[in-house]
């Protein structure tokens, strides 16, 4: 399966700054997503990045809070704009499968805090 | 839209005991897939359930992916501390976007 390096791995912001999330994997994929967690809750997606198109928000999220670059196809990068402290979760970034693993796998995760 | 229900959603049992968690759906997935998550890391890919009916041992634990392919279970067999974490079940979307449904996620503590 793929290996996805993420980092930061956390991070304490003061609000109303941005934080970018970088998400390097180490074979090419075609989709990447970013995902947000409330810890030891379920992961709502936030969009899908794929490399030369924009990036699909899911409903709830937009381009001008989370920005997200993919200029090739091992990485891809999530910004979290003006934060705010409703913004303090962890960020997963992931890949599906790859080489013919059918399954998705996760980078380590971005532990934010807004204060 | 397609939903996972997933039960129980905090599990707190003695070392040795068995458990099964629960996915359900009134949605048809093309595949379940169960993740197992520790705090400080990323959900890890446990197992791909396909076909309905199937069944996949991975030692101590079974999957079981239903006929119908709308629910799927995880049954822990003896459980050991080690098997402590946050369990999500996530399925394939309809839409074939490689979007994936997550369940609520069940919390998982084995006390020795």
């Known amino acids: 399966s793929a290996v996805i390096s993420q980092k930061p791995s956390r991070d304490i912001c003061q609000r109303g700054t941005s934080l970018t999330i970088q998400c390097q994997v180490d074979?090419?994929?075609?989709?990447m997503f970013w995902y947000r967690q409330q810890p030891g809750q379920s992961l709502t997606l936030i969009a899908t990045?794929?490399?030369?198109?924009?990036?699909?928000?899911e409903s709830g999220f937009v381009i001008d809070k989370f920005p997200i670059s993919r200029p090739n196809l091992t990485f891809s990068t999530l910004t979290v704009s003006n934060m705010s402290p409703e913004d303090s979760s962890i960020y997963l970034c992931?890949?599906?499968?790859?080489?013919?693993?059918?399954?998705?796998?996760f980078g380590s995760g971005t532990r934010l805090t807004v204060v | 839209t397609q939903l996972l229900e997933q039960s129980p959603q905090f599990l707190s049992i003695q070392e040795g005991e068995n458990l099964t968690v629960y996915c359900n759906s009134s949605?048809?997935?093309?595949?379940l897939q169960w993740y197992r998550q520790e705090p400080g890391e990323g959900p890890v890919l446990l197992v791909t359930?396909?076909?309905?009916?199937e069944v996949k041992k991975l030692k101590r634990l079974t999957f079981q992916f239903g006929d119908a392919r709308k629910d799927s279970s995880l049954h822990i067999t003896a459980a050991q501390p080690g098997d402590t974490g946050l369990y999500l079940c996530?399925?394939?979307?309809?839409?074939?976007?490689?979007?994936?449904?997550f369940g609520q996620g069940t919390t998982l503590q084995v006390k020795p």
């Open positions: 992931s890949v599906d499968g790859v080489l013919g693993v059918y399954g998705y796998t």
């Open positions: 074979s090419q994929v075609t989709m």
């Open positions: 990045a794929n490399q030369g198109s924009e990036a699909t928000y």
């Open positions: 949605s048809v997935f093309s595949s």
């Open positions: 359930v396909v076909t309905g009916g």
């Open positions: 996530a399925g394939d979307g309809s839409s074939n976007t490689g979007k994936l449904i």
